[in-house]
Antibody, heavy 119, light 105 residues
Framework: QVTLKESGPGILQPSQTLSLTCTFSGFSLSTYGMGVGWIRQPSGKGLEWLANIWWDDDKYYNPSLKNRLTISKDTSNNQAFLKITNVDTADTATYYC???????????WGQGVMVTVSS | DTVLTQSPALAVSPGERVTISCRASESVSTLMHWYQQKPGQQPKLLIYKASNLASGVPARFSGSGSGTDFTFTIDPVEADDIATYYCHQSWNSWTFGGGTKLELK
């Protein structure tokens, strides 16, 4: 059974760094072709892809946010991480992590974690 | 970035057939996927690689297309299908469409 669960700070102030953790089970990020991605969704708005990390530690970022994002993984503990630097109110959203089993799509999603950026 | 354009909303009645379109600003081959999202829930994969039904998804859902023009069909629509549907391409980086909200007539 594949599950993913996101965790984060809940609320943070502008200019801080947002650190998110995705803890998953039912698959391994060391499996060939496997990946985990991060996607966010401001309240009442659409989905925005942020970044993917693959089994071979290859990483891909949304070009419009690339200089603020860092994705990483801890394969032995079944976790993936995302850091977003210098946050502002526009980063307020629900953040999802999701499994990408064959390079191309997300087949399992976490329930999401809400993050609010406010002074 | 490859931009995906969806119509923002459609009104349907249970039992009808509905088609949602997604147009890409450049070719994405068949690397187009469709998700359903109900309020307060995470997205759910329905169709992958343009026309492949995800595991456990009813055959009422289908997808077609290649290149820049894709369609997602529900036939027949059920009341439980009221949700927002997103297309997603993975040919040129990864991007999502703006979503199509399915509403009841």
């Amino acid at each position: 059974q594949v599950t993913l669960k996101e965790s984060g700070p809940g609320i943070l102030q502008p200019s801080q760094t947002l650190s998110l953790t995705c803890t998953f089970s039912g698959f391994s990020l060391s499996t060939y072709g496997m990946g985990v991605g991060w996607i966010r969704q401001p309240s009442g708005k659409g989905l925005e892809w942020l970044a993917n990390i693959w089994w071979d530690d290859d990483k891909y970022y949304n070009p419009s946010l690339k200089n603020r994002l860092t994705i990483s993984k801890d394969t032995s503990n079944n976790q993936a991480f995302l850091k977003i630097t210098n946050v502002d109110t526009a980063d307020t959203a629900t953040y999802y992590c999701a499994r990408a089993p064959n390079w191309d799509y997300f087949d399992y999603w976490g329930q999401g974690v809400m993050v609010t950026v406010s002074s | 970035d490859t931009v995906l354009t969806q119509s923002p909303a459609l009104a349907v009645s249970p039992g009808e057939r509905v088609t949602i379109s997604c147009r890409a600003s450049e070719s994405v081959s068949t690397l187009m996927h469709w998700y359903q999202q109900k309020p307060g829930q995470q997205p759910k994969l329905l169709i992958y690689k343009a026309s492949n039904l995800a595991s456990g998804v009813p055959a009422r859902f289908s997808g077609s297309g290649s290149g820049t023009d894709f369609t997602f069909t529900i036939d027949p629509v059920e009341a439980d299908d009221i949700a927002t549907y997103y297309c997603h391409q993975s040919w040129n980086s990864w991007t999502f469409g703006g979503g199509t909200k399915l509403e009841l007539k």
